[in-house]
């Protein structure tokens, strides 16, 4: 009896793993590797995509942009993601970028502050503390509260880059979530901090930058510029397996549009 | 039931082991990787440049529970002498409550209140950018260990024998003069362990002094925005990756956060273990 057990088991066991093998079967797994700041993107669009298609698992680990694009040339994964756009050299290697997001980020002031339109040099000045009293700016005689977010989140991360003040910001205040950051701008008028762009509300004013005001059609037609795109990269000349083809055929397609929203993202096409 | 009293007894320990054990085996590999020293005694903390020195934190938790000693325990001692000696009924029925009503506030709205209230104060009061800072906290702290330190004090003083106040004021001393001279120093282990509790209740706290502090890692100075042990831990912890050397180097700071409370609690009982030789 044990025996035609343990046979019955063997048997099922190796048709399983014939079954596993089989390559243009339904099902396999894509292995996305990159950006920290795709992560609720990634998220959503991975959870949509299991609805859709569940004998798909999509993986993503967050290693940052840089190792996601050698990771996607080397071959370690299938796609690469990027919260920036691919310099020339990486294009040269053969990677291919395929935009599925873009991500403004909004500066915030209080309500009664006069000052509403800052160059980007400004705002850079103001972070790093060279400008420390709003009367430089044509406002009132008071210093200027900085507020940001702590390390390791996206919304640091983009806005320092995009910027130009990566960890050379000089922070009065670092607060742990977005919420937390609109609701401080929003009770002291000497603040000024930043917070992704689906997430500003009417407590608190979005200044202009470079005459722009952020909104999903300036953030779309690029011309409000602290934005950046959400990019998944593939290998030019490398066919992609037909799981990690759907993936990437869902993530470009209108159908995940709504996703990419409810994520804090813009929809690019 | 013997088995069950047990049971329940062991699970206690059971917990505290496994908390030991799992802070030390997960706090250990980032102290190693960034190096002991440079751990505890590196003035910068900046995950994303990989400088992680927990100095800055390790101050800001000394100085904002120093802070909040300094003007937390004067207060809370003459209102325990109040209340255990000079307050009249009616007065001691209305501030006992209040005290104990005090100690059940969650630290939550203790941090709110700061925030809409004190931290807007502090900032039109000093001409301060934001009021996020040590003073802040500080402040907060101090009204949050008073509870501890009065209830424990009058306990103490209360325990002091009538005979030594009678003598004391047979000879002539005025009643001031014998509760500061003879009561007091009569209750003084009691006041002490007063003391070491609140400095506990300062150290281990977090909710509060996120909501006033500002949070960044600055060495501390009383009208900058700080970042204590505890709260570097939970600001940072959401958007860490699982196994980085950030959330690694959080965990240390658990532990390090985890060896100060031990030995407050050793010295917390070196103090009752005196009292109970006295």
Redesign the interface.
Known sequence: MKKAVSFALGAVLAVSMLAGCSGDQKGGTVNTDGS?SMADVMGALTEAFKAKDPDITVNYS?TGSGSGISGVLDGTCDIGLSSRELTQEETEKGAVAHVVALDGVAVVVNPQNAVADLTTEQIADIFTGKIANWSELGGED??????GR?????TR?AFEEIVGV??ACA???????TGDVIG?VA??E??IGYASLSAVDSSVAAVKVNGVAPSEDTVKDGSYTIQRPFVMVTKKDVKLSAAAQAFLDFAVSEEAAEYIAAAGAVYPN | MQLLFTLCGLAAVWFVLLITVYLILSGIPAIRKIGPADFLFGKTWAAGRDQYGILPLILTSVYGTAGAIVIGVPVGFFTAVFLAKAAPKKAAAILRPAVSLLAGIPSVVYGLVGMCVLVPALRSLLGLPAGDSLLAAILVLAVMILPSIISLSETALEAVPKEYEEASLALGATELETYFRVSAPAARSGIAAAVVLGIGRAVGEAMAIMMVAGNVANMPALTRSVRFLTTGISIELNYSQDGSLQRQALFSIGLVLFLFIMLINALLNLVLKREKED
């Open positions: 920290t967050g008071a210093p200027i509260a900085v507020y702590e390390d390791g989140s996206g991360s990566e960890d922070y009065t205040n670092e607060y742990g979530s401080n009770s002291n000497n603040a």
